[in-house]
């Protein structure tokens, strides 16, 4: 099997690695942070993902992969590097691209055998070229050439499920100029035995933003057809149902909530449409969606203020802060944009989440972390279910009426059904569920 270098330990990098090294191939993942690296190395993993950390120990323990931050030692005889590291949102949207040059830079001036590199990190159209043209100055400065090439590879995990996303991928996209190292790259996901779309450098990297940012679209479809169904007595749940049945539709990214978030949304919309205007061309859709997702958080305290009046000292309770269940990534999270317009109104803010209250405590200092819901009903003045884990959904909605001294519910992710919720003695506030126009049938 092949010899792959990751360069990246970060969420993709490091499924990237791991399920490689599961495939049976030569996996050494690298990072220039030295505390990760000996966290891996002692077993403790960086980020939750539900699966990752078995198949971690056991590829580690089968010599099949290994974590370092030295450079020399991942590269040598590696047949392929994989450039996984971070891509963050500039000022304006874009694309921070400083980690693909140092690995970039690094590659070019470590290896000496033909090599080929893969970008992994979601990268702006055009950053294969740059990445190219980077190694090839940086080898004519050191004086021999080097021989290479380079090949997109966007990825397309989803955080909570994306060990079986690696595993079982609706689809593996390459781009290259070379169509021989393509074909490299894709014998390593031939026991997959999934479609393979080989394009050019720039349409594979395209095709990640244009993935991403429609499936956003959607989510922000529905979530204005909710606020409409609010208005008009609709409910969207059953809306959404009905366009799902027909086949051109589907009943994918038709939940309607608070919106989206996390690592990729938020990021990659930003930055296809700041691409957009730097080459002249318009967009309003992408601006659009984007206004749209904002609004959905603002819509909560909206709500709030209309059932509780004045939100100043009022105690609301928060389940769910991460930006969705199985994940510990609270990154552009819903809950942490309510928090903070909640707390700008003067809320004292109580909350639980099964995996997220850590990372949440930093960023948030005065929010009261709770070690399970029925704490974070306790005095509420309201409660507020931004993330559906599992464990939300068969929680003892009778005791966390008794805990409340104000029995109000926004449940912004439709978890839960609002006949039953009323006739404990609730008001219920949803998204989109015009039948139960915000609480007013049970005030």
């Known amino acids: 099997m092949s010899k792959i270098c990751v360069v990246g330990?970060?969420?993709?990098?490091?499924?990237?690695g791991t399920c490689f090294a599961?495939?049976?191939?030569?996996?050494?993942?690298?990072?220039?942070?030295?505390?990760?690296?000996?966290?891996?190395?002692n077993g403790k993993m960086p980020i939750y993902e539900p699966g990752l950390e078995q198949v971690v120990s056991l590829n580690k323990k089968a010599g099949r992969l290994n974590f370092t931050t030295d450079y020399k030692l991942a590269l040598d005889k590696a047949d392929f590097a994989f450039i996984a590291v971070g891509t963050p949102s500039g000022v304006d949207g874009e694309a921070d691209l400083q980690f693909v040059r140092s690995a970039a830079e690094a590659i070019a001036e470590i290896v000496n055998h033909?090599?080929?590199?893969?970008?992994?990190?979601?990268?702006?159209?055009?950053?294969?070229?740059?990445?190219?043209?980077?190694?090839k100055k940086r080898r004519t400065v050191i004086g021999t050439p080097l021989e290479f090439s380079v090949v997109s590879n966007p990825e397309f995990l989803r955080e909570g499920s994306a060990l079986s996303d690696f595993m079982e991928p609706d689809r593996v996209v390459l781009g290259s100029t070379n169509r021989e190292a393509a074909n490299k790259v894709a014998q390593l996901y031939s026991t997959l035995r999934c479609p393979i779309l080989v394009t050019d450098l720039r349409t594979a990297e395209m095709i990640k933003y244009a993935s991403n940012a429609f499936l956003a679209?959607?989510?922000?479809?529905?979530?204005?057809?909710?606020?409409?169904?609010?208005?008009?007595?609709?409910?969207?749940?059953?809306?959404?149902?009905?366009?799902?049945?027909d086949n051109r539709i589907g009943h994918a990214f038709l939940d309607a909530g608070l919106g989206w978030g996390g690592s990729c949304f938020p990021k990659d919309v930003k930055a296809l449409a700041h691409m957009a205007v730097l080459h002249g061309t318009h967009p309003q859709l992408l601006q659009a969606v984007m206004d749209i997702n904002r609004n959905q958080r603002r819509r909560v305290i909206y709500k709030l203020r209309k059932a509780l009046g004045n939100l100043d000292e009022k105690v609301i309770g928060v389940l769910g802060l991460s930006f969705k269940p199985n994940t510990d990534d609270i990154r552009e999270a819903p809950a942490l944009e309510i928090i903070h317009l909640l707390e700008n109104e003067g809320a004292i803010i109580r909350a639980y989440d099964p995996q997220a209250m850590e990372s949440t405590s930093e960023v948030f200092k005065r929010v009261i972390m709770c070690e399970n819901p029925y704490k974070v009903a306790e005095g509420a003045d309201a409660l507020v279910l931004a993330?559906?884990?599992?464990?939300?959904?068969?929680?003892?909605?009778?005791?966390?009426?008794?805990?409340?001294?104000?029995?109000?519910?926004?449940?912004?992710?439709?978890?839960?059904?609002?006949?039953?919720?009323?006739?404990?003695?609730?008001?219920?506030?949803?998204?989109?569920?015009?039948?139960?126009?915000?609480?007013?049938?049970?005030?």
Not at 9 to 16: E, F, I, P, R, S
Not at 221 to 234: L, Q
């Open 217 to 245: 679209t959607r989510i922000s479809f529905i979530n204005e057809i909710a606020n409409m169904c609010e208005e008009m007595g609709a409910d969207v749940q059953e809306v959404a149902m009905g366009m799902g049945y």
């Open 22 to 41: 599961d495939l049976g191939n030569d996996v050494v993942c690298l990072d220039v942070n030295e505390t990760r690296i000996n966290n891996l190395n």
């Open 387 to 443: 993330t559906e884990w599992n464990e939300f959904k068969q929680i003892d909605l009778k005791r966390i009426y008794d805990l409340m001294r104000e029995p109000i519910i926004m449940d912004g992710r439709n978890l839960w059904d609002p006949e039953k919720v009323i006739s404990l003695g609730f008001k219920y506030f949803g998204v989109g569920r015009g039948a139960y126009p915000n609480g007013e049938n049970n005030a």
């Open 9 to 16: 330990t970060g969420y993709v990098g490091l499924v990237t």
């Open 114 to 135: 033909p090599i080929v590199v893969v970008n992994k990190s979601t990268v702006p159209v055009g950053t294969g070229d740059w990445v190219a043209d980077i190694i």
